[in-house]
């Protein structure tokens, strides 16, 4: 059966199927790239869902229709809105992931500073010596869940590269509590998802008060973890040497804005909990599907030992083709802060537009047997604009796109120059889960190292 929604102005909206939200939210949640993928079988490439506690999402799955929704991100399209309400107790109020408008617009231009294409590459030796130093730990001929061991090396880069930290103690310190604030946010925004924002709120507010429950683990693990990054703020911005460190978080500390003001103490913190958020999980997460695929393709997986070090090509190939066919993030949605005309459908403000990488990704026109894992069709070869987003579009594209990038380039090379992944014999390709925000691995990538 299918919905027809109507909007305020009378002009239909796009359709969508006639279940209940509770309905719709169930198959969502059970399954959300099967559900979403017969629903654009049904329904073409722009149909409407309708889930609890969040407004109707208009989803597209058309390369010129995702150009358009990027092109919002100038007029009526607030991104971040959308995640506000799982993100801002996470990241502060002063984060690009939940900003919009001129605010946004300054945050993103203070970090953008670090992340400039010329000072990225001095960090990859540093990377591959963290991956080296923790495939040495791996144990040969025995089974492994990679995904966690990718989230080490990421948690490692992010600490001695992004924050700069170098205290072993500090080091250890944050290594125990930063998995903890992100494992105690997850079961928060899991709750959020089904809740308005006004009920979530009172309740999170009295669940604090209660021992062991997810809201207090949360506050206390967010209040130890900020406890240790205020004083290495204070610490850094009193060192000696600021001028010359060339971690992240040092250039942050020197970077100023158009009316050459710096950033605040609260700024610098929301800032480095925005890359924890959108660096940490996301890049092991990517990583751990490179190896899930390698494992499951030999042809690709000797041809990149063969080229690595040559130069990146094949491997940036690889790279792509997994974030192709196993997207990390599935979809970048906006509120709308007003109305929407497109494919002739009325869209009224306050609902959401979507682009769904997983559709975009796998269009027959957009990409010859979009199924099949060929590295292959990304070397010497010009995508169509819109029809490739690993990483977003429109002025809301991943701002650490390059250092994500980097940081693949520098570990996977480490990992299969020293060991050979195979996996138990018979076992059948990882499938997609939803964990978080991101699909993951459904069994966390299980491998087994052996001598190369």
Known sequence: MTSVHTSPAGVSAPPGPAASKFGQTRNFVRDPIDYLDGLHRQFGDIFTVTLVGMPPIVYVANPELARQVFATDRSVGEAGKTRADFLQ???????IL????????????LLGSAFHARYL????????????????RWTLEQELVLRPRMQVIALDVLLRVVFGIHDLE???????MLPRL?????????????????AWTGLESMLRKIPGSAAARFAVARADVDRILYDEIERRRAAPDIAERTDLMSQLLRASDDDGEKMTDLELRDGLMTL?????????TAMAWVFERLVRHPRVHDRLVEEVDKDDKYLEAVINETLRTRPIVP???????????????????????????????????????????RPERFLDTDLPRGTFLPFGGGRRHCLGAQFAMLEMKAVIPEVIKRVRLRTRAGAPPEQQRGSHVLLTPSEGCLVIPGKR
């Open 121 to 136: 590459q001095r960090y990859r030796e540093q990377i591959a010596e963290i991956a080296a130093a923790e495939v040495a």
């Open 276 to 284: 924890l958020e959108a660096g940490y999980e996301t890049t092991a």
């Open 170 to 176: 500090r080091v250890a310190q944050l290594r125990e």
């Open 98 to 109: 939940v900003e919009d408008g001129e605010s946004w617009l300054r945050h993103r231009k």
């Open 182 to 198: 992100t494992a105690a946010a997850a079961r928060m925004e899991t709750v959020a998802f089904v809740l308005s924002r006004a």
């Open 89 to 95: 107790r996470m990241v502060g109020d002063n984060s």
């Open 331 to 373: 979809v970048m949605p906006r509120a709308l802060s007003g109305d929407l005309e497109l494919a002739g459908y009325h869209i009224p403000a306050g609902w959401w537009v979507a682009p769904s990488v997983p559709l975009l990704h796998g269009r027959e026109a957009s990409f010859d047997d979009p199924e099949v894992f």
